[in-house]
Nanobody, 116 residues
Framework: QVQLVESGGGLVQAGGSLRLSCAASGGALSAYGMGWFRRAPGKEREFVAQINWSGHSTYYADSVKGRFTISRDNAKNTVYLQMNVLKPEDTAVYYC?????????WGQGTQVTVSS
């Protein structure tokens, strides 16, 4: 059973950058489209970005388009989210999972906090 571990979050000032990682164990991610999601305090989990199995196709929520970049390294069984020009409204716990269907058990997520 695939287990996902997100990392790379932290506290950053507005305008700063972070790079999140989603490492998988127990199975290969290479056959799956993958996505990043986030849950802000008091809100539902929302879609952030997706990438197809090969990494050649990506799609972003309007709120992060032009600032975030999703990528993957199938050899390392890892998916990344490069986040630039961070805004306070990006503050959330960030998760990864397969996409469009969330086939894996959700991990703990990684907290991103952006101060103004």
């Amino acid at each position: 059973q695939v287990q996902l571990v997100e990392s790379g979050g932290g506290l950053v000032q507005a305008g700063g950058s972070l790079r999140l990682s989603c490492a998988a164990s127990g199975g290969a991610l290479s056959a799956y489209g993958m996505g990043w999601f986030r849950r802000a305090p008091g809100k539902e989990r929302e879609f952030v970005a997706q990438i197809n199995w090969s990494g050649h196709s990506t799609y972003y929520a309007d709120s992060v388009k032009g600032r975030f970049t999703i990528s993957r390294d199938n050899a390392k069984n890892t998916v990344y989210l490069q986040m630039n020009v961070l805004k306070p409204e990006d503050t959330a716990v960030y998760y990864c999972n397969s996409h469009p269907t969330s086939d894996f058990t959700w991990g703990q997520g990684t907290q991103v906090t952006v101060s103004s």
